[in-house]
C-alpha cells in the first residue's frame, strides 16, 4: 500500500467505535477513533480516503499468525516491503477501502506456511516446491520456486460495528527468479536462475493448489480469495520485485479460471553498465536533478532513485541521498535546495519520497504525496 | 532552527536571483530560486517566514570555514545539533530573518579555532582555555572550560541582489559541564565537574577576549556579534545541552557589557531515578500517549522523548518509537494509530516530531509542525 496524500484528511474513513468512551476531537485533520474501553473492535484510523484502515481487536493490533516468517527466509528484505504494500494494491481492486478493512493473516499458521513452502517429500507431503531430484547442477537440479507467502484478510464490520466477519482473503505466492543453494552446509553459494514463463507457470499451478486447500477451511469455504504471483527480486537488487499476474476468484470456486497479467517495473537510477532506461524522459529528470544538488555540495555520496513502473508508466520515485554532513545549518540550507530542485527537474504528478541520509541515520526528508502539487519538508531535529 | 510550517508556504522569502535563465514555477506550494547560471548569489529558497534563507556563492553553498571542526571534538553528538538550532534561535532576536539571510561562518578558520579552543601556553598564546597547573586531581586541575566555538554569519543583500555583504555574526561559546580527561595516554577517563557559576563566568570572560579578537578583523570592526554560552550536556546524556545566557554587541562595541540570562531546559521523558519532571502535566501527557501505544503493538522496545523548556514552558517534543517491525501493513497500521494517540494525548501548541524506528532505520514519521493543528504521516516506502 502507498502512502498517499497523508495530510490525514479523513474522508470516507469507516468509523467503528465499541463502547465509545470520552472521544475527543483532536484538531481540524485528524479523526479519533479509539475508545477507553480496550473491549471489543476498533480502528487504526485511516490516512486518507484511498487507504485501507487497520482493525484492532480488545485493544491490540491483531498481528499476522505467520508473522516472521517472510523476513528469515528472504535474503532482499526490499522483497518483504514491495510483496506487502503490492498486494494491498491489487486487493484494491476487489476488496474497496469504503467497505472493507484490512487485517492481516490470521488463517495461514506459521507452521503451515512452513511446510508450504518447503520441498516435497514423504515427510513433508504439503510442501509445494518439487522434490529434490538429487542433482547438485545449477541447471539440472530443481530449485525452489516459492520463497514466500503472504496473507491479507479484508474484512467487514457487523453486529452494529461491535465485530468483523471476513470478507474476502488476498494471498501472494512470491517466486525466485534466482534460487540460491549450497552444495553441501557452510560452502559456496551456488545459484539457479528460473525464467520468466516457469515462474509464471509454476506460481499459477501452486496458485490452483493452495486454492484448493484454503476451501477445506471452512471460514474461507465461501469468500473472495484473491491469489496474486509475485517476482522476487535477486539478492543484490536494489529495488524490490514486482507482481506478473493475479486471479480474482469468486466465493467457492476452488479451481483459478482467470488470470489477469501485470506488467510491472522497477528500476534503480542512474542505470549502470547497458541497462537501458524504462523510460529515457524520467532517467534525463532524474539526471538533471542529480547534477543540480550535487552542484550544490561538494561531498555527496550517492544519490539514487528506486522508480517503480506500471504499464511503463512512471507511479513512484523514492530517492535517498547519502552525504556527509556536520551540521544543522548545512542540512536545513540543502534541504531546501533539494526541495525546489524536485520541483523543478523532477517528473510532476508522482508521488515523490527524497531521504537525506548520512551515517547517523536519516537526517531529513523531502516528499510530495500523490495528488500534491507541493513538496512537504522535514528536517530532523533534536534537544 | 527548528524546522517550523514546512509546507513550503514561502511568505517573506527574499528572492536573490542572478543572471536568470529559464525560471519556471514548481507548483502551487514551491518558490524556484535556482538559476542555470552559477554565478553570482542565489539562495537556497527559505522554509517558511520564521526561518532564514542560506546562500549560494557562485553555484556553490558555503560550508563553514571551521566545517568538521566540532564534531571531532565533541562527544555527544546532540551538543553539536542543539547548538548551531540554539544560535540560529537566538540571532533571530537580533538578525531579522526577512532582513538577513544565513550563511555559515567565514571568519573564524579551522586553524585559529583549534588554538583557540586548545590550552593557553607559551606555544599557544591564544589558548582561551587555562593553563594545566599540574594536577591531575579532579577537583585540583584546571579543567578544559570551552570545549567548541560556533560562528554563523548574517547577510545582506547589496548590488542589486548580486552579491551579499555582512550584517552580523553571532558566536557561541560551547562550555563544558563535565571535562573528560585521562591521567596517561589510553588510560583511564577521568572527569572534572564544572559548576554553573563557574561555567557562565569563564564564558563570560572569554566572550570578552573573543569579541576584542573578531574586532581585530577589519571586516568584523563594525558589525553588529552577538555572543552566546552554550552549556554542553554530559557525555552520556539523551539530550544535547542549552544556552544559559547571550549578549548583543553593538557595532565597534569591544567590550560585553550587557549579558541577558536564558532559562532553558532539555529533559528525556520517562524520567529516570528520582529525577523530577520541569512539568509534571507534560509528563503526565507523554506517559499516557506511551502507554496507549504500548498496548497497541506486544513488541515496543523503548518509546522515549525529548522535550525543551524556556522559561519553563514547553517548547517541543521528539519522540522516538524503537520497535522491530516485520511488514509494511503492521507499519502503516501502527502509524495511523500513533498519529491518533498524539493527537489525542500529546500537549498541543507544540511542535512535535514523532519516529518510528526498526533495526533496520527509520519506518515512519509522525509531526505536528509549529502553528499547525494536525499531524502529517508518512510510513517510508519501497519499491
Redo the contacts between chains.
Sequence with gaps: ???KG???AMAGLVLILAGCGNL?S?????????TNS?KGVQT????GES?Y??V?QD???K??AA??L??SQTDN??N???M??GL?TISKKEFSTDKYL?Q?GQYLKSATVKKWLARKSKSNPTGLNPKSNGSTDADKRTPLYLQQILE?DYVTQTDNNKSVKLGGVSIALGMNTVDYYQKERYGAEYKTTISDSELLAQGKSMANTVLKRLRQNSDLKNVPIVIAIYKQAAKDSL??GVYVAYSANKASATTVTDWKNLDEK?QVLPTVGDEKAVNSGDSDAFSNFKS?IQ????NLAGVVA???YEDNQLQ?M?ITINTQF?????I??????V???A??YLP?NIPI?I?VQST???QA?V?R?SGE???????????
Tied chains: 1, 2.
Design positions: 500500500m502507498k502512502r497523508l495530510l490525514v475527543k483532536t484538531g481540524s485533520g485528524t479523526s479519533t477513533t479509539t480496550s487504526t484510523g485511516s490516512t487507504n484502515t487497520g484492532i485493544g491490540s493490533y498481528t499476522s508473522r516472521g517472510m523476513v528484505v526490499l518483504v516491503k514491495s506487502e504494500t494491498t484490512l492481516e491479507q529495488v524490490g522497477n543540480q552542484g550544490f555540495f561538494p528506486q522508480t517503480h513512484g523514492n556536520y551540521g544543522e545549518t548545512e536545513t540550507s540543502f534541504t531546501q535546495y526541495s525546489q530542485a520541483g523543478r510532476s519520497e531521504t547517523q541515520g536519516i526528508f516528499a504525496e502539487k507541493s513538496f512537504y519538508t522535514h528536517v530532523f531535529s533534536s534537544y
